[in-house]
């Protein structure tokens, strides 16, 4: 009796299980940009929605990547630093580095 009993339990829980592995089987990146010789690279990237990006400063000054409208802004990076965001839901956003604004990139999110 306590067998059968035992393997009708572990029937439904992994009928119910199924749904889960499902939305977790959904594949997501993360994308890293590396910040380097005063330089975002890739400067223009282009990701899915739900996709990460990781930024990662390799200069030994401090950098960020802000959004020029304000959207999302990293603070200041130190060497070896790193910052990630994910980005959900289409639209694009053009970048800078917040002390260097000559430092510019652009994310796509399709
Ligand atoms: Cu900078």
């Not at 993360?30 to 739900?50: C, E, N, R, Y």
């Not at 200069?59 to 304000?70: E, F, P, T, V, Y």
């Not at 959900?88 to 994310?107: Q, W």
Request: proline share 3%.
């Amino acid at each position: 009796m306590t067998t059968r009993r035992n393997f009708l339990r572990l029937s439904a829980s992994a009928a119910l299980a199924l749904p889960v592995l499902a939305t977790t089987a959904r594949a997501q990146t993360t994308h890293i940009v590396t910040i380097k010789d005063m330089a975002f690279s890739p400067a223009d990237l282009t990701i899915s929605a739900g996709d990460t990006i990781t930024w990662v400063n390799e200069d030994r000054m401090r950098h960020s990547a802000q959004d020029l409208n304000g959207g999302f802004d990293t603070g200041l990076l130190g060497n070896g630093d790193s910052a990630s965001l994910t980005f959900n839901g289409a639209g694009s956003f053009d970048y800078r580095c917040g002390p260097h604004r000559n430092m510019r990139g652009s994310i796509t999110i399709t």
